[in-house]
Structure formats: C-alpha cells, structure tokens
C-alpha cells in the first residue's frame, strides 16, 4: 500500500487486492474531506444566477459554523444606475426596521471624491448599471446576536473604473440566516456567491 | 415583478412573483429612492450654485484663477 507524497493519505498498490483493505475507501474520502475543511479562508456555501429579477434572497446561508461572510454579487441593471441595497433576513423575514442600517460612502470617479453617511432601514452595498458591475461584500458577525457589520466595494458599471466604497452596520441584535439583495429600481441579471471566512 | 429565493438547507432555488406584502415594500422602497435622488440634485444644484459664487467673489477681489485653484482645490472652477 502507497501513501501520497504531501498528505500521505494511504492508497492501495495496483497489485493489492482492494477486498483486503475493506475500510480503505472511507477512511481515504474522510481524511480528504478533513483536509479540504482545514485548508483554505473561504468557503463555498451558495451560489446561483438570476435574469430579470427584481430581487434576491438567500436563506439558511448564515450559520455558526463561520462567524464572517464574503458574497460576491455581478449584476446588470435592466436600466439606468441603480444602487443594489441589502436587508438582513432571519426566517425568511426581512429586517426593515427603521434608521437601523447606518453607513460611511465613498465614491472615486476620476480625481472628484465624494461622501456621505446617512441611516436606512436598508444597507447600500454599490452601483450597478446597465454595463456589467461586479461588487465584493464582506459581512461581519450576521449569525451572531450582536451588531452586524459590512463593507462593500463596487467596481461601478457605469464607469470605465470607478469605485463606490461602502461600510455599515445594521444596529439590532438579532441572529439573521440570511440576506435579500434589491436594486433601488427595475430588475438585474447575474450572479452570486457566499462564501464562509474560516474562523 | 419576480424574485429568485435560494434556501441553503433545504437545497432549493426557486423563482416565483413577489407576495403583496413584498410588492408594498418595495414600492415603498422605490419611492424613498426617489425622494432621496430629488434631494441630491437639488444638494448638487445648490452646491454648484454656492461654489459659482464663491468663484465670482474672489475673482472680484482680485484673485485669478490659478490663485483660487491653488488656495481651494475642491471648488474646481477653473475658468480660465
């Protein structure tokens, strides 16, 4: 019997009868289903596409196997340059509760920079446009009963490289499961993934 | 109006219409946006407009308009 060179997960020769080695084959997809949870910071948890939606929610994606989350979202607008928001949802339940979402914004369009904060009953995560727009999500603490935080940077569509930088946070205590992603107006095609930060 | 639903355990992705209760929230949702996006054209036409005078000021003053780029960088107004 062989062993691989950097796990040394054990094998069985190509003269080895594999009816002499009966737990062989559990005991090698467990020890590679060990490795592939101890390596690696991000987790696959969901992902999906979506055409001429007028929202997104995922359910059940937040759990306390991982305390922080990264969603990747692309998205194109059906028209104009909306901005995509984002509610916390539990239960399948949004969250709207008033002034509850705070957040810090920066947008960079060529050497003009500007900014603004304001509070919600939504969090705003990034443009999007009728030209492909890709934004990056981090989010914080969302499973926990405690203030769930978020920072999102959007590579606007609307612009050959312009950025809309965005942080928040979302003031109730609550152990949310899951998220609904809306743009402010008509519907969007793409896609998305969530993924789990290795604690 | 449409919404795609992804339900991690139990495994399921589904498209279907929004329910009332969700089709309010998001007129709701979408008229607030409106409201918001009125207010800050009237913000950046009140801005241009406090920034054009500012500008006129300190021209009548004597200054040009590589002074008042250099001493204010963020009025932008170079109209020389």
């Known amino acids: ?199 | 109006m449409e919404k795609l639903v992804v339900d991690v355990a139990q495994g399921s992705s589904v498209v279907r219409e929004l329910t009332p209760d969700e089709l309010t929230q998001m007129e709701a949702d979408l008229a607030a946006a409106q409201a918001a996006e009125t207010a800050a054209a009237a913000k950046a036409e009140a801005d241009a407009a406090a920034t054009a005078a500012a500008i006129a000021h300190a021209k009548s003053l004597g200054f040009t308009d590589a002074m008042i780029a250099v001493m204010y960088p963020n009025l932008g107004g170079n109209n020389e």
């Open chain 1, 1 to 199: 019997m062989g062993t691989t060179p950097i796990f040394g997960f054990p094998y069985p020769d190509p003269s080895d009868l594999v009816a002499n080695y009966p737990a062989l084959g559990q005991q090698l997809a467990e020890d590679v289903e060990d490795e592939i949870i101890a390596s690696g910071g991000l987790s696959l948890i969901t992902g999906n596409t979506f055409s001429a939606v007028s929202s997104v929610s995922v359910d059940n994606c937040f759990t306390s196997t991982y305390a922080n989350y990264v969603i990747y979202f692309k998205a194109t607008a059906s028209s104009g340059t909306p901005v995509l928001r984002l509610r916390l949802r539990v239960g399948g339940v949004d969250n709207s509760t008033a002034a509850s979402y705070a957040r810090q914004e920066a947008f960079f369009n060529n050497t003009t920079i500007s900014g603004s904060r304001a509070t919600d009953d939504l969090a705003f995560l990034g443009e999007i446009a009728t030209v492909e727009s890709n934004l990056i999500v981090n989010i914080f603490s969302p499973q926990l009963t405690t203030i769930t935080s978020y920072r999102s940077v959007t590579q606007s569509g609307r612009l050959s490289a312009g950025i809309y930088d965005v942080a928040g946070t979302h003031n109730q205590t609550v152990a949310y499961d899951g998220f609904t992603a809306t743009p402010a107006s008509g519907t969007m095609t793409g896609g998305f993934r969530v993924y789990g930060v290795k604690n």
